[in-house]
């Protein structure tokens, strides 16, 4: 299945060139978060295929006005029989934002979507804000990682990692794509990226 994932800036190539071979094949759009409604929106329409998507740390007013798609924060989401967990938001640098979370806090929001996976009989792609610890991540608070993500592909091995949070125009050594040591491989999808998801092979 082809996806096209975004996160956290309007990409001129999309929103003021949109060019429809560009997308061509697209079945799903998949936001990691701090893009604005009215461009998930555009999006949306554009393509012509359904959005999911999580929050970022600078979405407070998308809790007010949501995109058109579903949100799949702290749920197992599935689509064409690929399962999506959702975990939005970022580290917690100051006391009032919505979209900020410890990593106690993370941990907990794992912990308690542990029956939805189950129901699922697992998942095949996590779709965060922010990175994992020691992925991507940098030294800063607002950009460190979640080891909590280490964790949730430790135990459940999904294919993919899709985030945002970290800007490719933060430096030269951002990475766009890794691999976990649990074998996840991780995409940074900062702007957009457009990927061809694995056929399943799962006994359902």
Known sequence: MRVMVVADEEDKRIYDYFKKERVEGVELIISCGDL??????FLVSMVNVPLIYVHGNHDDNLLKNPPPGDCIEDTVFEYNGYRFFGLGGSMRYRKDGKCMYTE???????????????????IDVLVTHAPAKGYGDLEDIPHQGFDTFNYIMQRYRPSYMFHGHVHANYGRNIKIFQEHESGTKIVNAYGYQILDLPPLGRIS
């Open 104 to 122: 106690k806090q993370m941990r907990m929001r794992a912990t308690k979507a542990v029956p939805k996976i189950y129901m699922k009989r697992g």
């Open 36 to 41: 604005k409604s009215n461009y998930l929106d």
